[in-house]
């Protein structure tokens, strides 16, 4: 059995006290409105309360059951409660050229391309002030894990993933980052420059070390590496076909774009004479330990193909719209063709604001547009954020829910005050319906990272201003 798919040896009952000498729980999350625990039974427990020990859950019950005591307790009235949001696709770096004006109303390639000189100076400061700012702005809007497809890498830019790994720690948030890598430049007929693309070995090399430095497989894992070659259009398909087969020896997982664009099966076609998918699938990503960005074209065989090989899916509702070539990611057809379906931010130099409650509220507003008042419910998006967020990461049962056992990621949602006067029949419908919304309390492994609508960690403003100013340098306005 993988070792990242197992259960921990943690099988305390829903009522028993934390085990050791000391009977308090870490953490006691209690009185919300409303629990949802998104577990496989889908229970909603009124008045419900969370108890964390050693960052796993130890307990969850409804108000008819006895609390446990705590070291710490936060107060959930007027809230719904569920678990941590998972984001699933993300390059934090693009925080740096956010809504950046010149490239604002270009297609997809003709955005990659105008931009990519700009990332040629990404190094460790600036990989390390866009994932702290980025990643304290997701936990903000409910997210408590994070990947990151960091795929450039500059000559001469340091090691951008352990840098952005070291802003995770800080913060105390779950992080995916994925060793993302571009072989292909232009003078080759791909699409980036020469100045952020590497030597297909060395990727290779480099994704080996990463892994052995920093991915963790045990239950519970703060950190977990997955390898990312970028798309099509900017690596080749025997780096494609080398990574799978590292990953496979590595045992870790595969990320990479797909099928997002009209000019990306353009491309396809005139370069390998096969529609992307087809050529995902040739180079041997057709399994379960891909999870792919976007997928917003294909057609009704290919969803068929990625369901019975359990590929997942990260929908990003916002960055479709806005640069997607005008496309409706199918997601009511992936998920009842077994496909695992969660949420993303993507870069936030096409999404630019990082909330994965926003893209929820997003996901919930194109599934009706798409297939009408049925076509998806607030629970369906839900699910999507955080049980198909885990399946995504290959961590179902882990993350995502509100179970016994499970880590101890969870968010408090106000469902009171002024933007949800009068929602008082259905908190789940309320938290997506009303708003516009934020965590009052986001914990990470039984941990505050956001308390009260603040982040806990005291250098927000220090940070801001050196991030302010690795921007300006970037974009060349200093």
Same mark, same amino acid.
Not at 140 to 164: F, K, N, V
Not at 185 to 208: F, M, N, R, T, W
């Given at each position: 059995?993988?070792?990242?798919?197992?259960?921990?040896?943690?099988?305390?009952?829903?009522?028993?006290?934390?085990?050791?000498?000391?009977?308090?729980?870490?953490?006691?999350?209690?009185?919300?409105?409303?629990?949802?625990?998104?577990?496989?039974?889908?229970?909603?427990?009124?008045?419900?309360?969370?108890?964390?020990?050693?960052?796993?859950?130890?307990?969850?019950?409804?108000?008819?059951?006895?609390?446990?005591?705590?070291?710490?307790?936060?107060?959930?009235?007027?809230?719904?409660?569920?678990?941590?949001?998972?984001?699933?696709?993300?390059?934090?770096?693009?925080?740096?050229?956010?809504?950046?004006?010149?490239?604002?109303?270009?297609?997809?390639?003709?955005?990659?391309?105008?931009?990519?000189?700009?990332?040629?100076?990404?190094?460790?400061?600036?990989?390390?002030?866009?994932?702290?700012?980025?990643?304290?702005?997701?936990?903000?809007?409910?997210?408590?894990?994070?990947?990151?497809?960091?795929?450039?890498?500059?000559?001469?830019?340091?090691?951008?993933?352990?840098?952005?790994?070291?802003?995770?720690?800080?913060?105390?948030?779950?992080?995916?980052?994925?060793?993302?890598?571009?072989?292909?430049?232009?003078?080759?007929?791909?699409?980036?420059?020469?100045?952020?693309?590497?030597? =297909?070995? +060395? !990727?290779?090399?480099?994704?080996?070390?990463? $892994? *052995?430095?920093? /991915?963790? @497989? &045990?239950?519970?894992?703060?950190?977990?590496?997955?390898?990312?070659?970028?798309?099509?259009?900017?690596?080749?398909?025997?780096?494609?076909?080398?990574?799978?087969?590292?990953?496979?020896?590595?045992?870790?997982?595969?990320?990479?774009?797909?099928?997002?664009?009209?000019?990306?099966?353009?491309?396809?076609?005139?370069?390998?004479?096969?529609?992307?998918?087809?050529?995902?699938?040739?180079?041997?990503?057709?399994?379960?330990?891909?999870?792919?960005?976007?997928?917003?074209?294909?057609? =009704?065989? +290919? !969803?068929?193909?990625?369901?019975?090989?359990? $590929? *997942?899916?990260? /929908?990003? @509702? &916002?960055?479709?719209?806005?640069?997607?070539?005008?496309?409706?990611?199918?997601?009511?057809?992936?998920?009842?063709?077994?496909?695992?379906?969660?949420?993303?931010?993507?870069?936030?130099?096409?999404?630019?604001?990082?909330?994965?409650?926003?893209?929820?509220?997003?996901?919930?507003?194109?599934?009706?547009?798409?297939?009408?008042?049925?076509?998806?419910?607030?629970?369906?998006?839900?699910?999507?954020?955080?049980?198909?967020?885990?399946?995504?990461?290959?961590?179902?049962?882990?993350?995502?829910?509100?179970?016994?056992?499970?880590?101890?990621?969870? $968010?408090?949602?106000?469902?009171?005050?002024?933007?949800?006067?009068?929602?008082?029949?259905?908190?789940?419908?309320?938290?997506?319906?009303?708003?516009?919304?934020?965590?009052?309390?986001?914990?990470?492994?039984?941990?505050?990272?956001?308390?009260?609508?603040?982040?806990?960690?005291?250098?927000?403003?220090?940070?801001?201003?050196?991030?302010?100013?690795?921007?300006?340098?970037?974009?060349?306005?200093?």
């Amino acid at each position: 059995m993988r070792r990242d798919t197992m259960t921990p040896a943690f099988t305390t009952a829903v009522s028993d006290p934390p085990r050791g000498t000391d009977a308090r729980a870490d953490l006691l999350v209690r009185s919300a409105t409303l629990l949802a625990t998104c577990d496989g039974e889908g229970r909603e427990l009124a008045g419900g309360w969370v108890a964390v020990t050693d960052g796993l859950i130890s307990g969850v019950g409804s108000a008819a059951d006895p609390e446990p005591p705590a070291r710490k307790v936060l107060e959930a009235g007027g809230c719904l409660v569920t678990p941590g949001l998972v984001n699933t696709h993300h390059h934090l770096y693009q925080n740096l050229t956010r809504s950046y004006a010149p490239v604002a109303g270009g297609t997809l390639f003709e955005w990659l391309t105008g931009l990519y000189p700009l990332w040629s100076a990404v190094d460790e400061e600036t990989s390390y002030l866009s994932a702290w700012v980025g990643l304290a702005e997701l936990a903000l809007g409910g997210a408590t894990t994070s990947t990151d497809h960091l795929y450039i890498r500059p000559e001469d830019g340091g090691d951008l993933w352990s840098a952005e790994i070291a802003a995770a720690a800080e913060l105390g948030m779950r992080f995916h980052p994925t060793r993302g890598s571009m072989s292909v430049s232009v003078k080759d007929g791909g699409l980036p420059p020469a100045s952020v693309v590497q030597d =297909e070995d +060395e !990727i290779l090399a480099d994704c080996e070390r990463l $892994v *052995g430095l920093h /991915h963790d @497989p &045990s239950w519970g894992a703060m950190v977990r590496v997955a390898l990312a070659p970028c798309s099509p259009f900017s690596v080749s398909p025997e780096l494609m076909r080398r990574t799978a087969e590292l990953a496979e020896r590595l045992d870790v997982r595969l990320h990479t774009h797909l099928a997002e664009d009209p000019d990306e099966d353009a491309y396809c076609m005139e370069t390998f004479g096969r529609r992307p998918i087809e050529q995902f699938e040739e180079v041997g990503w057709l399994t379960s330990r891909s999870w792919v960005a976007h997928c917003i074209y294909p057609n =009704e065989a +290919e !969803i068929a193909r990625l369901g019975a090989a359990g $590929v *997942g899916v990260a /929908h990003c @509702p &916002s960055s479709n719209m806005l640069i997607g070539g005008g496309g409706l990611a199918p997601v009511r057809e992936y998920r009842a063709a077994g496909v695992p379906v969660g949420l993303g931010c993507d870069g936030s130099s096409s999404a630019d604001s990082a909330s994965l409650w926003l893209e929820s509220r997003t996901a919930l507003l194109l599934g009706r547009q798409r297939k009408g008042p049925g076509g998806m419910t607030a629970r369906d998006v839900l699910d999507i954020g955080t049980r198909g967020g885990a399946a995504c990461l290959g961590r179902t049962g882990e993350l995502g829910e509100l179970s016994v056992g499970a880590a101890g990621d969870l $968010v408090c949602w106000p469902v009171d005050g002024l933007v949800h006067a009068g929602a008082l029949t259905d908190p789940i419908e309320a938290w997506l319906r009303c708003g516009p919304s934020a965590a009052r309390h986001t914990v990470v492994a039984g941990r505050a990272v956001v308390e009260d609508g603040a982040l806990t960690h005291p250098g927000v403003d220090a940070m801001l201003g050196r991030h302010r100013q690795a921007a300006a340098r970037l974009q060349g306005l200093v």
